[in-house]
């Protein structure tokens, strides 16, 4: 469990750099990652939370998005 949610925070991750971000691809990715929290233990929380929220604060201005 912990593997895909980390597997779908990157696909996350990548396609949020885009500046135009795919919502067909966030969406299922999305949900495999809630439904990977939902199942998963504590070492998944610690694998998806940290990607998660950097992602977050990118979208909302606070930190800047990787250079390639």
Known sequence: ?????AEQVSVVRAEVDKPD???AILRPAFAKIVDGLATGTRG???VALPGLFQVWLIQ???LLPPQA
Request: aromatic share 8%.
């Open 60 to 62: 909302h201005g606070y």
């Open 21 to 23: 971000a795919n919502p």
């Open 1 to 5: 469990t912990a593997a895909i949610v």
């Open 44 to 46: 998944t929380l610690s």
